[in-house]
T-cell receptor
């Protein structure tokens, strides 16, 4: 079993829809990252969380440390949000390196 | 633009060969991480350097090695290349354990 599990694997939405991507992990962590990878391959770090909730524009990330679960929400989705979203954790005691989920491929149709 | 640069962007080589991938971190970042992204394995951590010293090792093969130089740039050396080494190789940098900034990646194709 992977240490970081994401669901769903693939997601297709209509423009304007509210989107949720889930991440569960099985190790103790000191931080969780949400990353975005565009079709060209480049990776952008969206959020780093250790508790609570963070918001940036239309993106919201939450984490529940007790339940070992995080969610990434996209409000008013747009075709430019189409990308692979990757959850990654920094395990407690690590030097900073990340353990990655397999990613969720999001496609937003106009 | 993350501020992290990687060269080359693409590399095509033959089995058995040796290549060197280069990464320049963001100004001021002391930590450099190398990651491999293959179709079947996803993203995997290879190795981390902090201010010139190796800090952590992940799933890095013995045929692979890395170093970080005094100017903080880093190189990842891959030798005796196999078809299965074909992947995207990312470098990331950070200040300590904070948010990581990823380079554009080097796409390695081994024929």
């Amino acid at each position: 079993k992977n240490e970081v599990e994401q669901s769903p694997q693939n997601l297709t939405a209509q423009e304007g829809e509210f989107i949720t991507i889930n991440c569960s992990y099985s190790v103790g962590i000191s931080a969780l990252h949400w990353l975005q990878q565009h079709p060209g391959g480049g990776i952008v770090s969206l959020f780093m969380l250790s508790s609570g909730k963070k918001k940036h524009g239309r993106l919201i990330a939450t984490i529940n440390i007790q339940e070992k679960h995080s969610s990434l929400h996209i409000t008013a989705s747009h075709p430019r949000d189409s990308a692979v979203y990757i959850c990654a954790v920094r395990s407690r005691g690590s030097q900073g390196n990340l353990i990655f989920g397999k990613g969720t491929k999001l496609s937003v149709k106009p | 633009d993350s501020g992290v640069t990687q060269t080359p962007k693409h590399l095509i080589t033959a089995t058995g060969q040796r290549v060197t991938l280069r990464c320049s971190p963001r100004s001021g970042d002391l930590s450099v991480y190398w990651y491999q992204q293959s179709l079947d394995q996803g993203l995997q951590f290879l190795i981390q350097y902090y201010n010139g010293e190796e800090r952590a090792k992940g799933n890095i093969l013995e045929r692979f090695s890395a170093q970080q130089f005094p100017d903080l740039h880093s190189e990842l050396n891959l030798s005796s290349l196999e078809l299965g080494d074909s992947a995207l190789y990312f470098c990331a940098s950070s200040v300590g354990k904070e948010k990581q900034f990823f380079g554009p990646g080097t796409r390695l194709t081994v024929l």
